[in-house]
Each structure stands twice: as C-alpha cells, then as structure tokens.
C-alpha cells in the first residue's frame, strides 16, 4: 500500500501483515547486546552500539545515537540527560513488557529540542529511525467543541511520521495508523478502559448502530465493527482524524463483513478544509456490513443519523473534567439523536 503522507511503499500494512511479525519484531537474536544507559544523566562518552548483524539494537544505544548528532549540531549541551532527546514512540505500538530491540524504520522521535539540520542527520544515519517530529507546549490538532478553536499542529522535520498502534480486542489486534504530528499522543491506559466500555456497550448480539462521535484515527468505532456491530458511523471535525478513520477501515477490512470500502477525501484536499462543521462524507463501506465516515461536528451530526437508528453513542469529547461541557453536550445529543450516548 502507499503511504499517504511520504508515498513510500514500506510504511503502511494491512492489519494481518503488521500482526504476523509482531511476536517477534522487538526481540532480541543470540547476538544482540543490551547495554542499560542512565536516561535520567548525561551520556559520558559520545559512543554508541552500531545495530546488530540481524538489524535490531536496543533502544538505549538508539537513544545514545541520537544524543551523539543532537550534541554535535547544537540541540543538546552536555549537561542535558539522555532523556532530553525526546519521546520514543515504537511502531507499531503495544504495551510491551520490556524495552524493545528496534528493527529498521519502527521509531518516531518526537522532540521539542531537535531542529531541522539534526532531524534530517538523524533520519539517514539512525537506521532505527522513521521520521522526527518537532513538538511544542500544546496537543496537536483540534482540542476544543468550541465553534471558534483553532488547530495547532506540531512540524514534521525528517522523513515520515506515520505509524500505528495495536489494541487487544476479542476479535483480533485492531491496527490503527495515524500521521504523528497532527494527532493527539494518547498513551494507552493498562486494561484499555474505553475499549472495554465500548465492548459492553456494544454487548453480544451486537446493538444494530454504533456511532463514535469524536473519532481520532477511528479506535473506538472501528473496534465496534470488529465486534459486529452492521452499521457504524464515525465522525470527527479535524481533517486528519477523519481521514485516518476512513483509512484505517482498508487496513482492517479483513475483521469486517464489506466488499468495498470507498475512500472520498485525500490528506491533501482535506487539509485545506482542516476543521468542517457541516457533515461530509469521507469514506463508506459497501456490503453487509455498512462503516460510514463524516468530517464535521459532532452537534450536526444528526443530520446523517436516520430518525429511527437510536444508536449507541460513545462521545470521546476533549474535556471531560469540564462536567459543565460534558452534560451540554449529552444533553444536546439526546434531544438531537435519541438512544443511548455515553463518554468512554
Ligand atoms: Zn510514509
Ligand atoms: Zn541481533
């Protein structure tokens, strides 16, 4: 498949692909070393690992790599701690109960230290590495129901952002990809809370409709389809979000009972439209199992909801320690769409 964001050939996967390697891709062979570095001080030497003959090496010797070229072009100084280089995001992403070995291209560096000249070194000398990502003191892309907010979005330095993270269902691993520097960093939380709400909301037979109001990349409503759920909508008013829903139906379509899925946006169009409040379809499936996706917001959304559908509702909103958004926005939902809309 092409990637969407660099149009490289290596850097998204259907869902069985990414999986069949997955028990073994961060582990070590026979001869790969692990040497251990104090992330919390300064690396002593500037040294590292070269990887090893199988390709992987630890991610410390990554990390002191990285260090050496961010000290060399002046991001770091030699009192910043290893740490200072930034954070590791693995790809694809589980939870892991070790640190990992990393093969070639699976780690998104994201750092609010480096600059351009050390994210391009980093990119063609770290083998390990896929892009460099330049953040800042806020969370990317939209983060606010608010009519008036606007998007912030972190810069994409060297190579490609792109990657995806795994999560545990019944059914399967759902694979979910998403372009690094426009979507929300959200560290799964042991158990995944909101995936085992949305099972139990979903319950066994599946409810008829699910809808999942603020979808990011899709998680929530994609894991309701895979639960069986035949008519799913998912919707989000930031661009990237909705069309990394509509993407990640093709990567999982093996879970789903669709023939055709047809994808109407691309990254590039929709980016010059990147918040939308009147409902737009993005992407929909064809075949027993209907997986519609809209880019718009979430209080218009009744719009393309049929009157008798009373869905099951998960609204994954910004804010929810503001009770006062988060009951206007039940509240308006109710009175709207009807059914049962709960906050995962
Ligand atoms: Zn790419
Ligand atoms: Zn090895």
Redesign the pocket.
């Given at each position: 498949m092409e990637?969407p964001?660099?149009g490289?050939s290596d850097?998204v996967h259907p869902a069985p692909e990414v999986l069949n390697d997955l028990p073994t891709r961060f582990l070590p062979c026979f001869g790969c070393r692990m040497r251990v570095l104090d992330k919390r001080a300064p690396l002593p030497a500037p040294e590292y690992i070269e990887p090893c003959s199988c390709g992987k090496r630890f991610i410390d010797d990554v990390f002191a790599h990285m260090y050496g070229i961010m000290r060399e072009e002046g991001d770091l100084t030699s009192r910043d701690p290893l740490i200072a280089v930034g954070s590791p995001l693995i790809h694809p992403g589980f939870a892991m109960d070790r640190p990992p070995f990393l093969p070639a291209k699976s780690l998104v560096l994201l750092s609010g230290k480096v600059h351009e000249k050390a994210a391009r070194r980093i990119v063609a000398e770290v083998p390990e590495v896929r892009g460099v990502v330049k953040t800042a003191d806020f969370i990317p892309g939209l983060v606010s129901h608010d009519a008036h907010a606007v998007p912030r979005v972190y810069t994409l330095l060297a190579g490609?952002d792109?990657r995806a993270d795994i999560y545990p269902l019944a059914t399967g691993p759902l694979v979910v990809y998403k372009q690094q520097s426009l979507i929300h960093v959200e560290f799964p939380r042991a158990g995944h809370p909101k995936l085992r709400s949305v099972a139990a909301r979903v319950g066994n037979p599946p409810v008829p409709f699910f809808v999942d109001a603020c979808s990011g990349p899709g998680t929530l409503g994609l894991a309701s389809a895979c639960l069986g759920v035949p008519h799913v909508v998912l919707n989000d008013a930031w661009y990237a979000s909705a069309f990394w829903s509509a993407f990640n139906i093709e990567i999982n379509r093996a879970y789903f009972d669709v023939g055709e899925v047809r994808i109407f946006g691309n990254l590039g169009d929709m980016a010059r439209l990147p918040v939308v409040r009147e409902p737009v379809k993005i992407a929909e499936t064809v075949g027993r199992q209907v997986i519609e996706v809209y880019q718009g917001d979430l209080r218009n959304l009744d719009r393309v909801i049929p009157k008798d559908a009373h869905p099951v509702a998960a609204l994954d909103i910004f804010d929810k320690n503001n009770q006062k958004e988060v009951s206007a926005l039940l509240r308006d939902w109710q009175g709207r769409v009807g059914g049962d809309a709960f906050i995962p």
């Open positions: 990637c964001v660099c490289g850097c490609c792109v």
